[in-house]
């Protein structure tokens, strides 16, 4: 009887210490909302057929397991003062593992299984080559087939031959 006190006098703390508490979260917010993992000063690196298909740098990455879907929110850090100007990076390559464009805005979200990625707050999209445009927008969504739709005043310059310069509430194409 004294080892079971003593067995259950160490084992019960240890498993109420492993449980996620909702002491201290803000009003409305549940255990639920949280996120599974958390990075600073992060960067994600997605691969297919052993070559790079896109990098994701941020100040503040958190990776969200939900039932319907698996994303990772990329920006800044929670509690993070609007004033600071802190950007995600994103980089695509190209099927030979090649950079062709990069994305640079104030927060982001990558669905992995969709291998979509939605951008958002002051948008910069980059292409890189001969025939290459600098799209900026409010919102960009893009796939990894290499579509594209950025809205919100999208301002697109195509450069190269023939050039030209776009402006539209919405425009879509392919990277």
């Known amino acids: 009887m004294p080892r079971l006190r003593l067995l259950l006098a160490f084992v019960v703390p240890l498993l109420v210490g492993c449980a996620r508490h909702e002491t201290g979260l803000p009003p ?3 255990v639920e909302d949280l ?6 000063d992060a960067e994600l690196r997605v691969t297919k057929a052993g070559q790079p ?24 850090p929670p509690g993070t003062p609007d004033s600071l ?7 695509l390559f190209d099927a030979d593992g090649q ?11 990558y669905y992995e299984s969709d291998g979509r ?6 948008v910069v999209a980059e292409t890189f080559g001969d025939a290459s445009a ?16 950025a809205s919100g005043n999208a301002d697109v310059d195509l450069r190269g031959q023939p050039s030209a310069r776009i402006r539209a509430q919405v425009v879509s194409g392919a990277i």
């Open 28 to 30: 409305g917010t549940t």
């Open 35 to 40: 996120p599974d993992g958390e990075s600073w």
């Open 53 to 76: 298909a896109l990098t994701l740098a941020a100040p503040y990455m958190a990776r969200f397991q939900r039932p319907d879907s698996n994303y990772v929110y990329l920006g800044l």
């Open 85 to 91: 100007q802190s950007r995600i990076a994103v980089r």
């Open 99 to 109: 950079p062709n464009a990069s994305i640079a805005a104030r927060q982001a979200w």
């Open 117 to 122: 990625l939605v951008a958002d707050g002051g």
């Open 134 to 149: 600098r799209i900026q927008a409010a919102r960009l969504r893009y796939t990894d087939d290499g579509t594209f739709s």
